[in-house]
């Protein structure tokens, strides 16, 4: 399964990006999809999780309220929304997935795609 990570730039603080991930060999309604994120100061973090099967979604509690995680089927695409954007969310951006629902997301997931880089800067 490979996976894509695309949407990353550079965007002002209080800004706003859109993240996609595609995955041309992977058929959503199987699969969690989530999305994290690298930065040398903090590691990996989990951002958030969606299970194509039935659109449950799942975010880490300090990611709540300002990342918005969506998918559309059709287009076998998830969606990561980020708005309200500090410096602090400076980081490279991936997408992985894992076979079935997002029990356990934030503890890793099986296939990963390469990251795109966000840099929030003015």
């Known amino acids: 399964v490979q996976l894509?990570?695309?949407g990353g730039g550079s965007v002002q603080p209080g800004?706003?990006?859109r993240l996609s991930c595609t995955s041309p060999g992977l058929t959503l309604g199987y699969y969690a999809i989530?999305?994290?994120?690298?930065?040398p100061e903090t590691g990996r973090e989990g951002i958030s999780c969606i299970s194509s099967s039935d659109n449950?979604?799942?975010y880490a509690d300090?990611?709540?309220g300002r990342f918005t995680i969506s998918m559309t089927k059709a287009k076998n695409t998830v969606y990561l929304?980020?708005?309200s954007l500090t410096p602090d969310?400076?980081?490279v951006y991936y997408c992985a997935s894992s076979y079935g629902a997002c029990y356990g997301w934030s503890r890793g997931m099986d296939y990963w795609g390469k990251g795109t880089l966000v840099t929030v800067s003015s």
């Open 56 to 58: 449950r979604t799942a």
């Open 4 to 6: 894509q990570a695309s």
């Open 15 to 17: 800004g706003s990006l």
């Open 62 to 64: 300090s990611m709540k």
């Open 81 to 83: 929304e980020m708005n």
């Open 89 to 91: 969310d400076t980081a």
């Open 34 to 39: 989530g999305w994290f994120r690298e930065a």
